[in-house]
């Protein structure tokens, strides 16, 4: 009959969590690939108001503080992100623009 093998486990060391560990997403800082900690942007979202844009705003809404200037010319996707006293309320902007049409 064959040996069963044994293994040996290290025990598990526990470090202490980083003072933001338990802080909800949008609150804890993030890093870029060099470790450099990634400040505020403001994006300008075309299309916001479509599918994919509307997805993009709630997400950057919830879980990032960067601020975003909606722009399309539909906003009923994203009404629930432009109601007032939101957390997020004042890093949000809808902009009704057709882009299309720019006299320019």
Not at 2 to 20: G, K, V
Not at 37 to 54: D, K, R
Request: with cysteine; hydrophobic share 40%.
């Amino acid at each position: 009959a064959a040996a069963a093998a044994t293994h040996t486990h290290s025990p598990l060391i526990e470090l202490p969590a980083p003072a933001f560990a338990f802080l909800p997403p949008s609150m804890a800082p993030r890093f870029d690939l060099d470790h450099r900690q990634i400040q505020p942007l403001v994006i300008c979202m075309i299309g916001a108001g479509g599918f994919i844009g509307s997805h993009l705003c709630e997400k950057l809404m919830w879980e990032t503080e960067h601020s975003v200037l909606a722009v399309d010319v539909y906003s009923d996707k994203i009404q629930h992100l432009l109601q007032p006293g939101q957390s997020w309320s004042p890093r949000i902007e809808f902009y009704r623009i057709n882009i299309k049409h720019d006299p320019r």
